[in-house]
C-alpha cells in the first residue's frame, strides 16, 4: 500500500512537471513544424503517444531493470543540462511577462538554491506537494478553457495546405513532455510495474491537444504563430462573465509552480542517475552539482529559450522513448548474467 501511494505521488509529481514543457511548446511549435495541419496532428499525437507511451513504459518500469553507469552518466548530464534551459526559458518568459526591465538571472539563481533544498531535504515532501497542488493546476486550467471555449472558430482548426509527410514533426512536441515519467519510472528502481502506461503518456497528450485546440481555434493559426506567447494572450483576453478583469496572475501562478516542478524533477532524476554511475560519490557534492550545475547553465547559455524550442523537445524525445527503454534492457541482461 505505501509503494503504491509513493507510486501515485510520483506520477503526480510527473504530471505536474510536464506542464511545463508543454505549455511551453504548444501551440508555437507544433505551428511552426504543421502549419495550419498543427491541431490534427496533436489529435494523431494521442494514439501515438498511447503506443509509445505503453511500450517504453512497460520497459522503464520492468522488475529489476536499472541502468548501467556507463549509460546513466550520460543521463545525468543531459538532464543537468535540460533542467538549466528550461530555467533559462521559464525565467526570461516570466521577465517578458511580468518584470520585462528585470534581467533573467536572479529567477535562475533562486530557483536553483529552492531546488538545493529539496535535494538536500526529503523527497516525499516534494512529492506531497505535487499531489496537494494538482487539483488547483486542474481548477485553474478548467477555468481558462471554459471562459475561452466560446471563442473557438471550427474553422481555424482545419488545414488549408496541402498534406506532406514534413507536417509529422509536429507530434514531437506533444509527445515529448510525457517522457519525464518515463524517466523517473526507469530511475526509481523499487520493480513496481506501472499500470496502464500508455494512460499516462495520453492524458498529457490529449491536454497538449486541448491546448492547441483553444489557442489556435481562438486566435487563428497566423496569429498564434506570431505572437511569442499564445496561452498568455489568450488568457488576457478572458472576460469573465461580461468583466474585463485580468486574470494573468492565474497563468503566472501556473508556470511558476510547474516551472519549479519541472525543474526539482529533472534534478532529483539526474542525482538517482549520477548516483547509478558513481555510487561511490557521497555527501553534499552530487547534490550540489544537480542543483548548481543547471544554474550555471541557465546563467552562461543565452541561447536556452530558443534551444527549449528547437532541438531540445527532440533530444529529450529520444533519451526518454529510445535511450531509456535500451538502458534499461541492457542493465536488466547485465544483472542476469
Not at 124 to 140: C, H
Not at 199 to 214: D, E, H, I, K, P
Not at 292 to 319: D, K, R, S, T
Amino acid at each position: 500500500m505505501c509503494v503504491k501511494r509513493d507510486r501515485n505521488r510520483a506520477l503526480a509529481l510527473c504530471f505536474v512537471a510536464s506542464l511545463s514543457p508543454l505549455g511551453r511548446l504548444l501551440p508555437g511549435s507544433a505551428l511552426r513544424a504543421s502549419g495550419s495541419w498543427a491541431f490534427l496532428v496533436t489529435v494523431l499525437a494521442l494514439p501515438v503517444s498511447w503506443a509509445l507511451g505503453g511500450a517504453a513504459g512497460r520497459v522503464c518500469s520492468r522488475r529489476g531493470g536499472k541502468m548501467p553507469p556507463a549509460l546513466a552518466l550520460p543521463l545525468a548530464l543531459w538532464l543537468c543540462f535540460y533542467a538549466g534551459v528550461i530555467s533559462r526559458a521559464a525565467a526570461e518568459r516570466l521577465c517578458q511577462a511580468v518584470y520585462p526591465e528585470t534581467k533573467p538571472y536572479i529567477f535562475i539563481i533562486v530557483t536553483a538554491l529552492a531546488v538545493l533544498v529539496t535535494l538536500r531535504g526529503r523527497q516525499v515532501s516534494l512529492y506531497r506537494a505535487a499531489r496537494l497542488v494538482l487539483p488547483f493546476l486542474a481548477s485553474a486550467m478548467a477555468f481558462i478553457f471554459l471562459f475561452n471555449l466560446a471563442k473557438v472558430s471550427p474553422g481555424w482548426l482545419l488545414p488549408r495546405e496541402e498534406f506532406s509527410p514534413g507536417v509529422l514533426w509536429g507530434l514531437v512536441p506533444v509527445i515529448a513532455p510525457s517522457g519525464l515519467w518515463l524517466a523517473e519510472a526507469a530511475l526509481r528502481g523499487d520493480g513496481e510495474e506501472v499500470r496502464r502506461p500508455g494512460l499516462r503518456s495520453l492524458l498529457t497528450a490529449a491536454l497538449g491537444c486541448a491546448m492547441t485546440l483553444l489557442t489556435v481555434g481562438a486566435l487563428s493559426p497566423g496569429m498564434a504563430s506570431q505572437v511569442r506567447d499564445p496561452a498568455m494572450t489568450l488568457v488576457r483576453d478572458m472576460e469573465v462573465l461580461g468583466s474585463d478583469t485580468r486574470v494573468d496572475a492565474l497563468a503566472v501562478a501556473v508556470w511558476i509552480v510547474t516551472d519549479f516542478a519541472a525543474l526539482a524533477l529533472l534534478a532529483a532524476l539526474a542525482r538517482r542517475a549520477l548516483s547509478l554511475a558513481l555510487p561511490r560519490l557521497r555527501g553534499p557534492g552530487p547534490d550540489l552539482f544537480c542543483a548548481l550545475g543547471p544554474m550555471a547553465v541557465g546563467c552562461l547559455f543565452a541561447g536556452a529559450p530558443e534551444f527549449a524550442l528547437g532541438p531540445a523537445p527532440l533530444i529529450n524525445a529520444g533519451v526518454c522513448y529510445v535511450y531509456l527503454p535500451l538502458g534499461v534492457l541492457f542493465g536488466g541482461k547485465n544483472e542476469k548474467t
